[in-house]
């Protein structure tokens, strides 16, 4: 039987010994990428939160620039009337090929969460690389600083657009109307959104 504590021991002694040229890499990376956070990504999403509350949402801000074990990451929670809208993090990982820029967006399905009650919602998560004018970031990119803290935030707004709720709270007829119900079908859940869409053009 293989001993595998000397398996474990015999890699990491390997790791210790990897090449220097691939180390040096990620140090240059994870250099150009705090920058970037620090000067880019960071103002982008403050700004951008910032602009939020001036249309009735609390937006919280989490920035990051310390990169740790080949990671980074910034994040933005956004909500309205209580009801927490759209989560979205922008994360850098490095390594010694370069750096891959990505972001991951959690958002309510609202048919289910913002016309009915809490315990019903339903949560969408998407991961993806980030991208300016329809172009993945590459590494060169963030080490050349092509990328703008006003295209980050275009950006940023163009994910969240389709995450904004526009009815956050259920009219009280709708709440009675849910609340008589055990079982709710496909066909009884679109009753309850044109309700609520004539209560709102009322």
Known sequence: MTNWKQDLNEFFREKEHEDPEAQTAIERYASA?????????NPACEAFSS??????RNAFFSPSGEVRENHVRSSIEVYFEGRLEFDYTLSADISSSGIRLGKGIASIDEERIAFAAQKTGKWRHV??????NGSVVVT???IRDKISEVQIIREIIEDYKPHALSHPLRPETSSEKL????????DDWW???????????K
């Open 33 to 41: 990428v705090s920058k970037f956070y620090e000067t880019r990504v």
């Open 51 to 56: 602009e939020l509350k001036r249309h009735g």
């Open 127 to 132: 991961e993806s690389f980030f991208t300016v």
């Open 140 to 142: 060169e990119d963030i």
């Open 179 to 186: 609340s008589d119900l055990n079982v709710i079908s496909d």
């Open 191 to 201: 009753d309850l959104v044109l309700d609520l869409d004539k209560d709102a053009r």
